[in-house]
Nanobody, 115 residues
Framework: VQLVESGGGMVQSGGSLRLSCAAAGFTFSSEDMSWVRQAPGKGPEWVSAINAAGGSTYYADSVKGRFTNSRDNAKNTLYLQMNSLKLEDTTLYYC?????????WGQGTQVTGSS
């Protein structure tokens, strides 16, 4: 089982980024998926989840209305579109299989704020 995130980078406050998570080694289309973020010295914070078919999405209050979780089961890929980014959104983002408690985690992709 492997999850590989990409798409992180530097972004200004109010900017946008789209994260991707490429999945391999399991039946992606049968698995609920989640996004989790973690700031240095803090515990993981659940960000969003999506069901296996992609028809239902769930968001933390802190990102609701700004982030959109989606998936392309034909491409075995999960996405997180992040708009209206705030300073507090700049941290390390992980995709994870399943819902809490999560299964496999990716290695993470860093979102960094720029002035």
């Amino acid at each position: 089982v492997q999850l590989v995130e990409s798409g992180g980078g530097m972004v200004q406050s109010g900017g946008s980024l789209r994260l991707s998570c490429a999945a391999a080694g399991f039946t992606f289309s049968s698995e609920d998926m989640s996004w989790v973020r973690q700031a240095p010295g803090k515990g993981p914070e659940w960000v969003s989840a999506i069901n296996a078919a992609g028809g239902s999405t769930y968001y933390a209050d802190s990102v609701k209305g700004r982030f959109t979780n989606s998936r392309d089961n034909a491409k075995n890929t999960l996405y997180l579109q992040m708009n209206s980014l705030k300073l507090e959104d700049t941290t390390l983002y992980y995709c994870a299989s399943g819902l809490a408690p999560f299964g496999t985690w990716g290695q993470g992709t860093q979102v960094t704020g720029s002035s």
